[in-house]
């Protein structure tokens, strides 16, 4: 039969992550939890999104977690003034901060 799936002498080799098991974990929850993962993409995930698009935050500029962490909440900082901006306006923003 090994002629038939591989010409490769040695068979085939299957190989997986050793932290394999954890992601197979967390599809069964999201699974179990439909509700939940779909509210989580409707609250959470566009945030990400608008993030990337509209701050040009692709990718991290710095290394290292505690710089990364910097970072990010550098930019979600941004978004949320930005947000409280559309929300509140610039007016009462301005006022409630003096």
Do not use: H
């Not at 939940?36 to 566009?46: A, G």
């Not at 935050?57 to 941004?78: D, H, I, P, R, T």
């Amino acid at each position: 039969m090994r002629d038939k799936c591989t010409k490769n002498r040695k068979g085939r080799e299957v190989q997986r992550w050793e932290q394999e098991e954890i992601l197979e974990e967390m599809e069964k929850r999201n699974e179990l939890c439909k509700e939940k993962t779909k509210k989580r993409k409707q609250i959470v995930e566009p945030v990400f999104g608008t993030l990337k698009r509209n701050f040009n935050q692709e990718y991290m500029l710095l290394k290292g977690l505690s710089k990364v962490n910097a970072e990010f909440s550098l930019s979600a900082l941004a978004y949320n003034i930005k947000r409280a901006q559309k929300i509140v306006g610039i007016r009462k923003l301005i006022k409630a901060t003096v």
